[in-house]
């Protein structure tokens, strides 16, 4: 089992920025992909960025360019540097992680709002 605690959510004005923090504890030598989702009401939860255990990344369209995903391996921790932030980006943003066999696991959830 892995455990993941997000921090760094808030609200923010348009322009504004934030830096978004995912520890992971546990069972953490098998942790493949790290990543972060986020789900904006009314609408299906979305891949934002992810990480590969090889740093590679994904990022989505809408954020290039403006985010960046990080991750400390030392730490167990992944990051999301979020500059430039608009109101599209206000959601519930999800830490998830990809194990090596192929089980996925969610943080709780962090609030961001970007107000206009």
């Known amino acids: 089992q892995v455990q993941l605690v997000e921090a760094g959510g808030g609200l923010v004005q348009a322009g504004g920025s934030l830096r978004l923090s995912c520890a992971a504890s546990g069972n953490i030598y098998r942790i493949n992909v790290m990543g972060w989702y986020r789900q904006a009401p009314g609408k299906q939860r979305e891949l934002v960025a992810r990480?590969?255990?090889?740093?590679?990344?994904n990022y989505a369209d809408s954020v290039k360019g403006r985010f960046t995903i990080s991750r400390d391996n030392a730490k167990n921790t992944v990051y999301l540097q979020m500059n430039s932030l608009k109101p599209e980006d206000t959601g519930v943003y999800y830490c998830?992680?990809?194990?090596?066999?192929?089980?996925?696991?969610w943080g709780q959830g962090t609030q961001v709002t970007v107000s206009s």
């Open positions: 990480i590969q255990s090889d740093t590679s990344t």
């Open positions: 998830n992680v990809v194990m090596t066999y192929g089980a996925f696991h």
